[in-house]
């Protein structure tokens, strides 16, 4: 059995996936942390563990993220907008849109018909669509980043936030709690005002249907709801959103592998 | 074979000349000559014609951030209280000039800049007219402001004649408040030779600028943006001539002998949308060589204007048509054509969008633009969120994000000539 795979070192969780030639076999995610060096080891370790497999049976590794140059063991590098768009293909093959919410940036990512890159856009440098804003609002309200999603749909209302700043928000989180506002109605406004972000990305790349959503971000109910309204759109959201990227990576690897094999 | 950087051999000169320049500059600001500060398309040539020395702040800025010292100029300017939303080109000088004590300004590149006696501006920049006026305050020198109407097409002699009438009776003007500030004689022959070597050097930068549209370019953006210094300093002077002279010989020579001034082999030509992030050019030419790929356009590079439109024989209102022409004065339409145009005659096979963080001038409608360019060729096109001058409004790990996406698009797609 011949296996592949893909590691993606994003700036605030890394993820490893591995392949046969017929489907994932396992996969690990965990925060990023510090030292994305041993933190790639580590998560690498992890999905071995899992699949009872040790690295010198895996065939090829391919690195993507913020963090790839540090996968030391990895022969290969490929971007996320690359990785990104393998994987969700081979997830939902009707894609031609795909928001990648992530902790460092949101990116969204236009396909053609073949699955190949067409355009990109990315969130400015700037906290404010990213994942690291939700971050910063669930350390203030004292919830679990888990948690959010889930809450914010007793909303009964949406408090509205005066700031793209994730910086400045935090501090006008802060004041609304003093005046009294709900946390559910706190966390439908931050979801609003990241969502107007992503919805102008979204509109700005001129998407095409089908689109999906992937990242940190996709596995927060409350965003994804709010984002469908903004963009007028179903999202189609992978049941493990954060392995997307990974995923693609392995594949990418898996065909190099047979390409090299090929030509032996 | 690896990719190389191959600098042009006028490389040395140009260091020479830059060098000499503000030697000059400064021997004869000493000596008790006038110095005026002019924004870049000011109407130096008739100040030259009256020998009055001549210095571009914003040129400054640009040394500074190549230097790899301009993002603490700016820190200097914040610390007297301008926002960091300003230009950071402004902010620089502002650093320098009144953010530097007294006794460090020499330590700056080229001893700092020269105070002004006078100060002359055009309305094209805001941020720069506003600083002009407050300069004008703090020296208590005069200020010259010329008006520069945008053509919202591009100039023609039918659609532009108005304004050209205007221009000339505002340089008149200009002309009668020179002769009462300094008590010469304006001599408009001695204008017109000057026209004579500034359109030839116009000729030859322009021909420099075509040669580029050879495969392999002889010389990137990131090159013309440092040899374009000559002309514009010594603007109707025969130091530019004989330099763009040998520029041009250099990079025929380039031609004939398929020499990249960057790889090995040229995969991919670019356009170069705005200046170049004047604080990473050498890591920039690397990692773009790292693909084969060469900025070998930039709309910025055709900053004077075309030699068609001076005639020496008609000084001023050459000065004028020059102004108004050049194709960073068009509107959205005119300035499309213009690109349009360029990636056919160049070549290209995508365009790079450099957003300056704090010119909100060239940020005006560069996604307007990218959007009917790329609807219009079918280029694909990446959007580097850059500056100029402050290095905080720049990330490293976000543009190599967004080169090594944008390089993968161009290698799915193949180059265009393949």
């Known amino acids: ?264 | 074979m690896e990719n190389q950087v191959r600098p042009l051999k006028m490389m040395g000169k140009l260091t020479d000349l830059v060098n000499k320049y503000w030697q000059d500059v400064w021997k004869s600001k000493k000596e008790g000559e006038l110095v005026a500060w002019c924004s870049g398309m000011s109407p130096f040539e008739i100040l030259r014609a009256m020998d009055i020395n001549v210095v571009y702040p914003e040129a400054y800025g640009g040394f500074c951030g190549v230097a790899g010292i301009s993002t603490g100029l700016c820190q200097r300017a914040e610390a007297l209280g301008y926002s960091q939303d300003l230009c950071s080109i402004i902010r620089n000088s502002i650093g320098a000039i009144h953010g530097t004590p007294a006794k460090e300004q020499e330590n700056l590149i080229y001893g700092g800049i020269p105070k002004p006696d006078l100060l002359f501006c055009e309305t094209y920049c805001p941020g720069v007219y506003k600083m002009w006026e407050k300069y004008s305050r703090f020296y208590n020198v005069p200020l010259w402001v010329m008006e520069r109407p945008r053509m919202h097409d591009a100039f023609s002699k039918e659609k532009g004649a108005h304004f050209v009438k205007e221009g000339i009776d505002e340089l008149k003007e200009m002309v009668l408040f020179l002769e009462r500030l300094t008590g010469r004689r304006f001599n408009i022959d001695r204008l017109s030779q000057s026209l004579v070597l500034e359109r030839e050097a116009n000729r030859l930068w322009w021909d420099s600028l075509e040669l580029c549209q050879n495969i392999p370019a002889p010389m990137s953006v990131f090159d013309a943006v440092s040899h374009i210094f000559p002309y514009y300093l010594y603007r109707g002077e025969p130091q530019a001539v004989a330099y763009n002279q040998e520029l041009k010989s250099e990079l025929l020579d380039r031609v004939a002998q398929k020499i990249s001034p960057m790889v090995t082999e040229e995969r991919y030509r670019l356009y170069w949308d705005n200046l170049p992030i004047f604080f990473k050019l050498e890591e920039h030419i690397k990692k773009f060589a790292s693909y084969g790929a060469v900025p070998v356009v930039a709309m910025n590079s055709f900053l004077y204007g075309s030699p068609e439109d001076m005639d020496p024989e008609n000084p001023l209102e050459s000065i004028v048509k020059l102004s108004l022409s050049v194709p960073g004065n068009r509107g959205l339409k005119g300035r499309i054509e213009f690109l349009g145009k360029l990636v056919e005659d160049y070549s290209l096979d995508g365009l790079v969008m450099q957003r300056t963080r704090t010119c909100l001038l060239n940020n005006m409608g560069q996604d307007d633009i990218m959007k009917a360019l790329t609807e219009k060729t079918g280029l694909p096109a990446v959007v580097i969120e850059g500056d100029l001058c402050d290095s905080r409004l720049y990330s490293d790990s976000e543009f190599n994000q967004k080169i090594d996406a944008f390089m993968e698009i161009l290698a799915q797609r193949g180059s265009r000539r393949n």
Not at chain 1, 123 to 141: M, N, P, T
Not at chain 1, 204 to 216: Q, S
Not at chain 1, 235 to 242: G, I, K, N
């Open chain 1, 1 to 264: 059995m011949s296996y592949t795979a893909g590691i993606d070192i994003g700036a605030a969780f890394s993820k490893s996936l591995i392949l046969n030639e017929k489907e994932i076999v396992s996969y690990h995610v965990m925060p990023s942390g510090k030292n994305y060096r041993e933190t790639a080891e580590e998560v690498m370790q992890n999905a071995l563990d899992k699949a009872e497999l040790k690295i010198k049976d895996i065939a090829s590794i391919l690195a993507t993220g913020y963090g790839a140059s540090n996968v030391f063991f990895a022969g290969q590098q490929a971007t996320e907008i690359l990785c990104q768009a393998r994987g969700i293909r081979q997830i939902f093959p009707s894609v031609r849109t795909v928001i990648d919410i992530g902790g460092q940036s949101t990116k969204v990512i236009k396909l053609d018909e073949d699955g190949l890159t067409k355009d990109f856009v990315v969130s400015e440098k700037c906290a404010a669509g990213s994942g690291r804003f939700l971050q910063v609002i669930a350390r203030v309200l004292g919830m679990p980043l888990e948690d959010i999603g889930p809450f914010s749909l007793k909303a009964e209302k949406v408090v509205k936030f005066t700031t793209k700043c994730a910086v400045f928000a935090e501090s006008e989180v802060i004041s609304r709690i003093a005046e009294g506002e709900k946390k559910e109605d706190i966390l439908a406004g931050v979801h609003a005002a990241i969502a107007t972000k992503v919805a102008s990305l979204v509109k700005k790349i001129r998407f095409e249907a089908d689109c999906a959503i992937t990242g940190g971000g996709a596995k927060d109910i409350g965003l994804v709801k709010t984002a469908e309204e903004k963009i007028a759109i179903k999202l189609l959201a992978p049941e493990e959103p954060q392995v997307t990227a990974a995923l693609g990576a392995a594949l990418i690897a898996r065909g190099k592998l047979k390409e090299k094999m090929g030509s032996c």
